[in-house]
């Protein structure tokens, strides 16, 4: 297969990925078959269709230059430890927040695949979409499926949209919008997603369900990339047109 080079935050070429694990609670899966789960769910299911090539290692001591992958309890020991979306030097970061994902009643390893296929297509979380009615679309890759997931290996992984999802054209009929082919049309989620959008100028938040908004405004999000979508922070916007237009 040929694979043409993204772009990759100031950096060409493969990418590696270094996985620490600094949680002290169980991440519900054995660490190696975690990442192990993660590099074959990337290589056959998500770079056919997006990106390009990534190699995730564990390690204690993450090499020069290479992105980090980081598993923690929660976001204050995120604070703790000077953790943030970029490091001093400029290299992409994710943050797997253990206790918080489990306190959630979510799996650890749909958090991971989640927070490392959005990380691979935009590293610092600033690109958007633009629909017809010049409503913004966030460039995440998993949240308007979030709750939708698949095996690879026993392991649960996250769903996730095609780049046909950011298009706001009519698409021939059997275009895929997400990989598990839930999706019929841009913009839209299922009922278990939701979906940053910036709309005259103001960054919010629409759901695909009243159930998805309740549980979402229970969450813990601090530190998470929808955060860093708006430093004012995120609101729900009440927007019909957009509700109806996201609806499946």
Request: charged share 20%.
């Amino acid at each position: 297969m040929t694979v043409i080079h993204a772009a990759q935050a100031g950096q060409g070429g493969p990418v590696s990925i270094a996985c620490v694990n600094l949680a002290t609670v169980s991440l519900g899966v054995d660490f190696d078959a975690l990442t192990a789960a993660l590099q074959k769910c990337y290589h056959q299911h998500f770079l056919p269709v997006w990106g390009y090539p990534v190699t995730l290692y564990n390690t204690k001591k993450p090499k020069p230059g290479d992105w980090l992958f980081v598993y923690l309890d929660d976001a204050d020991t995120a604070g703790a430890l000077g953790y943030h979306d970029l490091t001093k030097n400029g290299v992409p970061l994710s943050k797997i927040f253990v206790k918080t994902t489990l306190q959630n009643n979510e799996k650890v390893s749909v958090t991971a695949c989640h927070e490392l296929f959005e990380m691979v297509i935009d590293p610092i979380a600033n690109l958007w979409a633009e629909s017809r009615d010049g409503i913004e679309y966030a460039y995440e890759m998993c949240d308007p499926v979030e709750a939708d997931t698949f095996l690879v290996d026993g392991i649960e992984m996250s769903n996730f949209v095609h780049p046909a999802w950011f298009e706001p054209f009519k698409h021939p009929a059997g275009t895929k919008y997400d990989h598990l082919g839930l999706l019929t049309k841009p913009f839209s989620m299922t009922k278990g997603g939701y979906m940053i959008v910036k709309k005259n100028g103001h960054v919010g938040q629409v759901f695909g369900s009243d159930e998805k908004r309740r549980a979402f405004a229970k969450e813990n999000r601090l530190e998470h990339r929808s955060e860093f979508r708006n430093p004012h922070g995120l609101r729900y916007l009440e927007d019909e047109a957009v509700q109806r237009a996201a609806a499946e």
